[in-house]
């Protein structure tokens, strides 16, 4: 349960349910429903209310702060019929805190040790609104401040441990393979014997995310030895089926796909951008230590660049265009020279709304890949807004340059 | 409610519900609850019962892929009391789409064109699965795909409009101001005065985003005419408290309002990256039309690029490091030349985990402007991880930029 009217109104993206998820799945905890509700008392209570009844753990965030917008703490009091007392040692983390900081504490912190008399206080190392546990008819509510790294904290120091030994808990593992250049039907199409065939307790989903899909694994315990290692089992026929497609067999980016690709061959990589604007270069760079392969880029969004940094042939954009395989491929083969790369990509194309030609219609994207030995390219054409069609073609490339490195 | 296994597993983090609320919110309809659930019919039925017991409108989005996994539709048949028939206009626009990106059609996707007998359906232009519209005893469910361009695009072009014409929604207008530069409470601090003297028909919210804080005043109808008139009489006097930290008066970005001020004064720019690996170049190209005033930019992640193709003294790397505000100074006046452009912005840092060094820890950011005139240059420090890190310098080159623009 996420509380505040900030989430309501859309002013914040709650992050911490997603948080909260995967941690509690990695203790076998399933997570049943995940609910955002607003300040107001009743809803509060209300939520409570259907949480206990679908739930045996109630984890809340959010709504503990001094001012008088939240509720929380007075809600809880007056749901488990219990008064708000000091909680000494409370109060002395936060004078420290704001001793730490040197600033003066502004009279409504005190508040902030005031909790019901019911409950456990779990220190929230942080910040100044403590965690609270409450054991009530069997249901365990925790409640937690809103501030993801407060929350984060509490949750890996002091809820997940306590959670873990309250309950019997029966493991789940998750298996996660990574996949791009096949659309979620398609790759279900050829997978669907393998997915009919599997046991019991796994299931599988798929997580699609432009030009690449996550598949997911999920086994529950069925009281035989060793769920992980029958799960791994499983992935021989997934390759036999879809190998070209997967560039990973644990949670990773296909940039750090790209990258370990990259350093396994001791390559240097660099790209020629003109309608991705740099984002391939960014998607690359943002895998820690890709300063390792990747040297630079020339983003060449006016022709003259690209002739005069790529050396692209006038007679080239003349002929064909700056939106042609023919100049993608010349600006992939400059930049490996002018970059000095061992591989370069290319990217050429009609982000939108404006520059369609005739023969060009908005979304009309060329790609290659140049790395000495051959240049490859393709053409295609997909129109889904500007944005869109930018990170597409960013996605396209970089499993063009994946699948040609592992090829 | 939003419909998927993925989302309690943490696996994904649902933005669609923050989307939703605010477009809600800017048509008056406020958001009751949140809620996540997982793809299984009964749980799915149970938070229909409980969605339609405190709301008259349930949005839905997530579960009507063409998988397994996906039980949405079969879900809300099954509630209406209705069978899944045949939509041909559907049908017809899932050929087309499989038809434009030249793939062959999975027999699977057929099965998109399936819809409850009793709805209406909405045109999903970006994707197979068609947006659904159910009115039952009164209720409205709309339940639309959980890919967030096409949920979007579905909420916009059909959903919005209809909710308007359906329910007499009480007028709501916003009123925006753009602000960079300064932070959410140093901000708050200096309109204090201006934001008490608000009449109580309009309330303030501060929406912060790395460096960039977005006020947004809602005011409800008070029954006076010109409402939105009067709103706007009241920027006059914040200007004159932040008029500097203002970038716009709508809706919009740092780098469109950086775009005006380019075409306005009739100047191009370049950029020349090292820590932001052409995110800077990005953000700039993102805007539609940049090709007019965005020529190019050179990514030098390697220092052979920095000295090579930005003309970067190794004198200068060797007596300050790549990581200084003199090499900054370089790579922009070296980018003006290189690219032709009339101004440059340059980014060197160390955008971490590694790289780190005993005067220069992880967080370390150089920034410069050139335009010929002056070279302006600034260094800063601040960690909050790798990808923050390079976000956030992005944001701060681009504030410079504009501030040296416009001032």
Known sequence: MTIGDELLYGQVVDTNSAFMGQELAKIGLRVRQISSVSDRADEITTALDLA???????????????????????????????????????????????????????????????????????????????????????????????????????????????????????????????????????????????????????????????????????????????????????????????????FAEEETTLEAAVGELLKARGLTVGTAESCTGGLVANRLTSVPGSSQYFMGSIVAYDNRIKTELLGVQPATLAAHGAVSEETAREMAEGARQRLGVDVAVATSGIAGPGGATPTKPVGTMCLAYADGQRTVSRQFTLDRGRALNIEYTTQAVLIMLRQLLAG
Chains 1, 2 share one sequence.
């Open 52 to 246: 206990r009844s679908r739930a045996q753990v109630v984890l809340m965030t959010g709504g503990l702060g001094p001012t008088k917008d939240d509720l929380t703490k007075h809600v809880l009091a007056r749901y488990f019929g219990c008064e708000l007392v000091l909680h000494e040692p409370t109060l002395e983390h936060v004078i420290n805190l704001f001793k730490r900081f040197n600033r003066p504490m502004p009279e409504s912190n005190k508040l902030q040790a005031l909790v019901p008399a019911s409950c456990q206080v779990l220190l929230n190392k942080g910040g100044t609104a403590p965690g609270m546990w409450f054991e009530h008819e069997g249901t365990v509510f925790v409640s937690m401040p809103g501030v993801p790294f407060e929350m984060k904290q509490l949750m890996i120091d002091e809820v997940l441990p306590r959670l873990q030994t309250r309950f019997q808990l029966r493991p789940i593992e998750h298996v996660v393979v990574m996949t791009a250049g096949l659309g979620e039907s398609a790759l279900a199409e050829k997978i669907a014997d393998w997915e009919d065939a599997l046991p019991a307790n796994v299931k599988l989903a798929y997580l699609p995310s432009f030009g690449s899909v996550r598949l997911r694994l999920t086994g529950t315990d069925d009281g035989q030895p060793d769920l992980p290692g029958r799960m791994r089992a499983l992935l021989p026929a997934l390759r036999e089926r879809i190998g070209a497609y997967i």
